[in-house]
Each structure stands twice: as C-alpha cells, then as structure tokens.
C-alpha cells in the first residue's frame, strides 16, 4: 500500500445557536469586542448530546458519504479533550452505536490539535497495515468545561464533531495524506489548560496568541514541503478555528492569496479538535474545493501543541 485518503467527511453541530448578543446577557462582553478581538458572532451549544452522540452523528454521515457500511471499518480513533467518561472511550462508544464490529478503538488527547494527530496517526496505521478503512473523528462538548461567568473563555467555545472516512490507496495510486508534521512546547503547555475538578477551560490567551501568528507558519510551511507542495498551489487551508486574527496572521506569513481560507469559526465558535473536521466538512459539502486538490490543514492548541499535513480534497 501507498499510502491513505480521505475519501469523504461528515459533521454535526447541536441545534441551538447562541449568539454574542445572547452571552452579553450575562457577562460584561459585546458583540461588537468578540467579533473585532476573536471573529467569532455565534456558536453551537450542545443539549443533551455527549460527545459520543455528536462523534456518532458525525461518523454516521462520513460513513453515508463514503458509500460504505459500518462492516466496512478495522479502526475508530476520536481525538477530544471533553470526553467526560473515562471508560469506555468515545471510539468504543461510536462503534458500539454505529454497529462497527470489533475495530480498533482508541482517544487522542492533544487538545485542538488532536484532528490532525489523529489523521496522522492513523495514516500510518494504514501504512503499517494495521488498518484498511478507518473512520476518525474530532468530537468538543467544551460547554461542559466553561466556565460561563469568566468573559476571557466563555466567549470563545462550542460544541459539535467532524468525521473523516480514510482508506488505504492502491499500490499506483498517490497518497492523498501527507507526512505530518507533529510537535509541541510543552514548557508552554500551561498556556491553554483544562485541569483541577471540577475542570474549566483557562488560558493565557495573548501567549497562545503570539505564540500562533509567530511560531506556526513556518510548521505549516514545513507540512507544504513534506508533501511536495508548494504554498502557491494549495486550494485551500484549513487552521484550527480559534481567531480569525490568529488565521489571518499565519496566512499573511504563508502567502497564499489563492487559496480559500476556512473561518467556519465565525458561526461555529472554537470546537477544539472538532474545528478542523467541521470547516473542512462544509468546505467539501459546499463544494468549494474540487476533488483531488491540495488542502492544507493545521491544527494547534493546549499543551501546546501542534499538527499539520497536505490532504487531497474528497
Ligand atoms: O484553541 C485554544 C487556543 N487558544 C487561543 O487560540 C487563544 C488565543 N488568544 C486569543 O484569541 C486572544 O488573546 C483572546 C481573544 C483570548 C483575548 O483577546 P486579546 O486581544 O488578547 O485581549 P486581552 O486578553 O489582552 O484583553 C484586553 C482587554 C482587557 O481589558 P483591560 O485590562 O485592557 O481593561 C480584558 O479584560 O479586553 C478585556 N476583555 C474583554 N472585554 C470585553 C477580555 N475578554 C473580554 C470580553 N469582552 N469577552
């Protein structure tokens, strides 16, 4: 085997929009500060739905997508930072509603980086023949871990999942997965956390955000070269949804006019390590990209962390 692709994606968001008007209602914020400081006008809270229900949902429409059944799949990898349970896992969870009979199931915790981790590590397990179709998923239910009176979070978070069917290529076929590129500053990694009991999202936000509009164009630079891309040819680009400042800064230092660039954040808040698979799922379902062409995505965040690579369009 060559290698892996995505050969098509799915999301899910909860039904209830809450927009910045409605935050101001009981915090000292305005619509007018969150969308010039963050970009952001409304998000996604979640009911009911645990973040198993909305990984589920998710995968169940990349799966549709695929023209695949749930005996089609060998792995479930879900990266998510709120999973509330311990035990089972959100993979097992996923497969157990969805019917998939005994794959690998596993979570990945790298926080709004975890998308890109997980892609990467199951593109691998592909290669290694480990796997032939496998379903990842980014799954958030940040709503749970806000803290709804602290204006410096409250205002940034939301809920929802994206799913990504990935199959193995045939021999003569190129990849449609690039190398990642993987890493962290864990000296940093206080810098965005979730800890204590009960846990709530706190951060250093102007850290974070020199750290990202400094450090990470190079990395996603670095992903482009791995995959033999060129910047100047990618259709699109697809960062982690956390500002619209932060992307802006990294699109400026990768110079890619060309290129369509997803801010999904603007109606979906900061999901986590669900911001990728979502703008790229409505990227596709949109048809904004053409199939087979060069995607770059690049997640980061909590610990820190980050990861990128050059995917072909579905
Ligand atoms: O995916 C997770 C990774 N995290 C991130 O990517 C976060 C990256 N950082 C950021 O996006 C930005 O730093 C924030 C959006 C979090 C904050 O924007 P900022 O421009 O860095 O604001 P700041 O923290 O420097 O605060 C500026 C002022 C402060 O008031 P004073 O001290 O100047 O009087 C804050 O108290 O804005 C105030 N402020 C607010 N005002 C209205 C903070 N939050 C709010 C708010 N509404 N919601």
């Known amino acids: 085997m060559s290698g892996s692709r995505i050969i098509s994606l799915g999301h899910y968001q909860p039904s209830r929009v809450v927009t910045n008007d409605d935050i101001a209602q009981f915090v000292e914020t305005s619509d ?6 963050v970009g952001i006008a409304s998000r996604r809270i979640a009911g009911d739905e645990t973040v198993a229900d909305m990984a589920a949902a998710a995968a169940d429409k990349a799966l549709a997508n695929a023209g695949l059944t749930a005996a089609d799949i060998d792995l479930v990898v879900v990266a998510t930072c709120t999973s509330v349970d311990r035990s089972p896992n959100v993979a097992c969870r996923v497969a157990a509603k969805l019917g998939i009979n005994a794959p690998g199931a ?23 023949g480990a796997s032939r179709n496998a379903i990842v998923i980014g799954a958030e239910k940040l709503s749970e871990f806000t803290d709804w009176t602290d204006r410096s979070t409250c205002i940034i978070f939301g809920d929802g999942a994206g799913a990504a069917v990935v199959t193995a290529t045939a021999e003569d076929e190129a990849p449609g997965i690039g190398p990642v590129v993987w890493g962290s500053v864990p000296e940093r990694g206080d810098a965005v956390r979730i800890e204590g009991w009960r846990p709530y999202v706190a951060q250093e936000g102007q850290t974070v955000f020199r750290w990202a509009t400094t450090a990470l164009a190079p990395l996603a630079r670095q992903a482009c070269e791995r995959a033999g891309v ?11 949804q956390a500002n619209t400042r932060i ?27 669900a911001s990728i698979p979502l703008a790229l ?23 820190l962390t980050y990861a990128g690579q050059v995917v072909r369009c579905p």
């Open 106 to 128: 596993f979570d990945l915790n790298t926080a709004c980086s975890g998308f890109a981790y997980a892609l990467g590590t199951v593109d691998h397990a592909i290669r290694a």
């Open 230 to 240: 060129d910047p100047s040819e990618l259709a699109a680009f697809v960062p982690h």
């Open 247 to 273: 992307i802006d800064g990294i699109v400026k230092r990768l110079n890619i006019p060309q290129a369509i660039v997803a801010k999904d954040l603007v109606e979906s808040g900061n999901t986590s390590a």
């Open 32 to 37: 007018e500060w969150i969308r010039d400081r």
């Open 281 to 303: 799922s409505k990227l596709v379902e949109r048809r904004e990209v053409p199939s087979g062409a060069p995607v770059l995505l690049f997640g980061f965040g909590g610990g």
